[in-house]
């Protein structure tokens, strides 16, 4: 049986193929013009209409920008995003269960299943249709990213709470440990009296200072 020859020089290079491709992407600046470039005119007009809605929503929205969309968060959570694909296709996701929404149009679906949370994928794939209706399509848009900045805005912060000293109950006192005593009496007969006051649980303590000591 022949052995599988495993070509090394491919997997390496595929490697460093890799590696370059992370390290270009660390160094690309991703902006605006990063996630605009070549992209029709109706789909930019479109970005800038809902980028200037979100902001205007509450003084705290903060925009950012990823390799992949431009993500809008409130007080550091993530309510909303603008996803646009090459071609003539922009995604708006929103934090908002689908269930929760009234009749919406087919271009607003469920994303829970495909994305594991609550959330909203709205997409705007047909210009003619955008075209036509534009001012409807918005309105329902608005609608859910205002939701889900509600949504965000209502769960506040949990406090640490300080802990409180528990009433009727003492403190508990440290556990004394009681230390041998050592007495040493010289006679007058020339010899050393040496008294040990011990616990009877210390034994073995005693046991084992005359094993080093006196019997060694």
């Known amino acids: 049986m022949e052995k599988e020859l495993i070509d ?19 160094k ?26 979100i902001l205007n929503l509450k003084p705290n929205v903060r925009k950012g920008f990823l390799h992949t969309y431009i993500k809008y968060s409130y007080n550091g959570t993530l309510f909303t995003y603008i996803l646009i694909r090459k071609g003539e296709i922009i995604r708006v996701w929103a934090k908002v ?25 709205i997409t705007f794939d047909d210009q003619r249709e955008f075209t036509e209706n534009k001012e409807a399509m918005l309105k329902v848009v608005f609608e859910i990213i205002k939701k889900a900045l509600e949504g965000v805005a209502s769960h506040k912060r949990r406090k640490k709470t300080p802990l409180k000293p528990v009433i009727g109950v003492e403190p508990v006192k440290p556990t004394e440990i009681s230390r041998p005593s050592i007495n040493i009496v010289a006679n007058s007969n020339g010899y050393l009296e040496i008294n040990f006051k011990i616990k009877k649980s210390q034994k073995e303590l005693l046991n084992r200072i005359l094993q080093e000591t006196i019997f060694k």
């Not at 460093?16 to 992370?22: A, S, T």
């Not at 087919?106 to 909203?120: A, H, N, Y």
């Open 28 to 53: 690309m600046k991703f902006d605006e013009e990063y996630h605009l470039k070549d992209r029709p005119s109706w789909i930019c007009d479109l970005y800038f209409e809902l980028d200037k809605f």
């Open 97 to 121: 269960p689908y269930a929760s929404l009234e009749a919406v149009p087919l271009f607003v679906r469920d994303s829970e299943k495909t994305m594991r949370r609550p959330g909203v994928m």
């Open 8 to 26: 090394y020089d491919f997997k390496s290079q595929l490697l460093e193929e890799r590696k370059e491709k992370i390290e270009r992407s660390e």
